[in-house]
């Protein structure tokens, strides 16, 4: 493994095709690229969300070897006009495409080499801001080793 953040593209690529409604998928490595008042939904961002390793998580192998936890966040952004105070449409709307998306990584059979299956962990709350563009983010683990 040459690159610590190599699973984010095939995250991405992955989301895309689990829900195609999607206007943009971004992972991190696009995300400086963007302008920020670019928020066209519904929309996807992938982001790593941190590592655990040592005892938390992992146990070295041989010829330093060690297997290493990651969290990746998949962020649904999606806007509600009509009711910002309930999220109604919001809801309906996310709770179809947040379902493909983890149907689609945690059944993800052709994942990386190497790479554990995806498993869904608690995740923080979503959040709206005053236009109406809730965040809805889905949190997972997998694991690998590196060198």
Do not use: C, N
Request: hydrophobic residues 45%.
């Amino acid at each position: 493994m040459a690159d610590f953040f190599f699973l984010e593209q095939p995250i991405v690529d992955r989301v895309m095709a689990a829900a195609p409604e999607l206007k943009s998928v971004t992972g991190l490595s696009s995300l400086a690229t963007r302008p920020d008042d670019v928020i066209k939904p519904p929309m996807a961002y992938v982001l790593y969300y941190g590592y655990e390793a040592g005892d938390s998580a992992g146990m070295a192998l041989m010829d330093g070897e060690q297997i290493i936890t990651q969290r990746w966040l998949v962020d649904l952004i999606v806007r509600d006009i009509k009711s910002l105070t309930h999220g109604q449409t919001a809801r309906i709307t996310a709770g179809t495409i947040l379902s493909k998306i983890s149907t689609a990584l945690r059944m993800w059979e052709s994942r990386p080499a190497g790479v554990s299956p995806f498993v869904l962990v608690p995740a923080p709350m979503p959040e709206v801001d005053k236009d109406g563009v809730w965040s809805f983010p889905l949190l997972f683990k997998t694991s690998f080793t590196i060198v």
